[in-house]
């Protein structure tokens, strides 16, 4: 990576935060110079700014200029700022720290290859620099992962009484749970219950990323698509961490 001094990471990351879900026309940024200092004035607010921090970004090949000091963001801008985020692991702009570790341990892997796969697709997607044009693929992976998930829980538990249509997930996943009901305390079964309301909002939210929100006549913006790879992985995570207190199987992080 090119070396950058931590401010200009962060301002680079910011316009391009910015940008994520704003159309082509509204984005916008110039530098203004008045007494007061340097400001970047951007399609959400006026920053200020050190106008070197800039040069060097436009040095870096990162952000355009003209002669007029509008600035674009480079496509090089946003593979950089999308390299940035998946060395970073913050838990604000990435899947939760814990979440991560678990699923990207050995035993999880090696539980739920299939699942482990489709979700890592998803989630490298979601960072790449034209992931606004892969909104509905990010969900088509995402719903994948969770159908996958489930699928290898089937397998992995064998309850005697299954769904057989994969697209059911909570029915699948249901199967098994009931399975680990009778290993539980009282209190962790109102939470698999409760976790089973969750799923099954996650499974609609994943519908709609995939279907491109067709239904609900919205676009659909790259914040949508980290909603779902985040959730996806949460219920993974949680379902995961259940099944193996009741009826053993992987270990987390």
Do not use: C
């Amino acid at each position: 990576m090119t070396e950058l001094e931590p401010e200009q990471r962060q301002l680079l990351a910011e316009m391009v935060a910015v940008e994520h879900d704003l159309p082509r026309e509204q984005r916008r940024w110039f530098l203004v110079r008045v007494l007061e200092g340097d400001f970047l004035e951007g399609p959400d607010r006026q920053r200020k700014v050190i106008a070197a921090d800039l040069d060097e970004l436009v040095y870096a090949g990162y952000l355009r200029r003209d002669v007029h000091d509008n600035y674009v963001i480079s496509p090089a801008g946003r593979a950089f700022y999308a390299e940035m985020q998946q060395q970073s692991g913050e838990p604000a702009q990435r899947a939760d720290a814990a979440i991560r570790r678990y699923l990207d341990g050995e035993a999880f892997r090696s539980a739920y290859p299939g699942a482990y796969d489709l979700w890592t697709e998803a989630e490298d997607l979601l960072w790449r620099a034209d992931s606004q044009r892969e909104l509905t693929t990010i969900g088509h992976k995402a719903r994948e992962a969770v159908q996958m998930f489930a699928a290898e829980a089937v397998e992995r538990y064998k309850p005697p009484v299954v769904e057989p249509n994969p697209a059911l997930v909570n029915k699948r996943l249901g199967a098994v749970i009931a399975g680990a009901l009778p290993n539980l305390p009282d209190a962790r079964v109102e939470v698999l219950k409760r976790l089973g309301d969750y799923s099954e909002a996650v499974v609609e939210l994943v519908q709609r990323q995939e279907h491109g929100a067709q239904k609900e006549g919205e676009p659909l913006t790259w914040s949508d698509a980290r909603r779902v790879v985040l959730h996806v992985a949460f219920v993974m995570f949680e379902f995961s961490a259940a099944l193996q207190d009741a009826l053993g199987g992987p270990h987390g992080a």
